[in-house]
C-alpha cells in the first residue's frame, strides 16, 4: 500500500484488518504535508504546519489583546484567565529563577514563549488540526536559536569578552590540570550542545507523542472489523488515555522549554567567580 504523503488520519484509509491489506502504520509521511500554496520544488510554499503556527499566534494575540485592552480593577472571566497564566510564568518561572530586579524586562519575552509553545503543542489534539507543529523540527530550532542569540548578547554585554570567555568555557583555576579539558567540553557544551539540546528535547517529546497518538489511532480503525471489533475498543481506549497524557506533555514541555531559556538567561546574567 503506497503512503500519501497528506495522510495522517485513520479515517483517511479503507483498510481493515482480515481485508488482505497490511497495517498502514505512521512514519514520516505522517509528518509531510502537501503546500496548500506554492511550489515545494522551489522551496516556496505555505503548508499547513504554517497555517497552524499562523492562526495559533494569532489566537494567542488576540486572546491578551481581548483581555488586556480595557482592563479592570475588578477582572471579568477572561481577565482573570490570562492575568493568572501571565503571574504563572512571571512569578513560577521568571521569579523564581532569574530573580524579581533582573527578570522583570524579560517577562514579556518568557510569557510569549511559553504560549506560543503551549498553542503550537495543543494543535495536535484539535480536531481537524491534529498535528502539534512543534513535531517539525525546524520550529523548535528558530525558538532555541532565538534563545540563544539572546543568551550569547546578554553574556557578552554583562562580561565583556573575557567574561563571556569565562561563563562558556567555566573557567575556574582551583581545577588545576584538568582545567583545559574541562573548558573544551563546557565550551563545546554551551555553544554547539545547548541550542540543539534545547530544540531537540520539545521536538522529540512533540514527534513522540504525535506518533503515538496516530498508531492507536489508525490501528482502533484497523480493526473495526469482524472479531478485531474487540480489540479496536481498547485501541480507542488507549487513544483517550494518551490524548489525556498528552495535554499534560504539552504544557509540561512548554514549561521545560521557558525555564531552561530563564535558565540560560540567568547564567549569563550571573557574576563569574
Known sequence: MSA???????????????????????GLHSFMFEPLWGDGDSNVYFNKTMLLALIGSIVIIGFFWAAFRKPKVVPGKLQMVAEAGYDFVRRGVVYETIGKKEGEKYVPLIVSLFFFVWMMNLWSIIPVAQFPVTAIISYPLVLALIVYVLW??????RHGFVGFFKNVTGYDKSLGPVLPLAMVIEFFSNLVVRPFTHAVRLFANMFAGHTLLLLFTIASWYLL?????AYAGVS??????????????QALQAYVFVLLTCTYIQGALAEHH
Do not use: R, W, Y
Open 4 to 26: 500519501d504523503p497528506t495522510q495522517v488520519l485513520a479515517f483517511e484509509t479503507d483498510c481493515h484488518i482480515f481485508d488482505g491489506c497490511g497495517f498502514p502504520a505512521p
Open 152 to 157: 550569547v548578547s546578554l553574556t557578552f554585554k
Open 225 to 229: 472489523n469482524g472479531i478485531g471489533i
Open 236 to 249: 480507542f481506549l488507549m487513544t483517550l488515555v494518551m490524548t489525556a497524557f498528552e495535554l499534560f506533555i
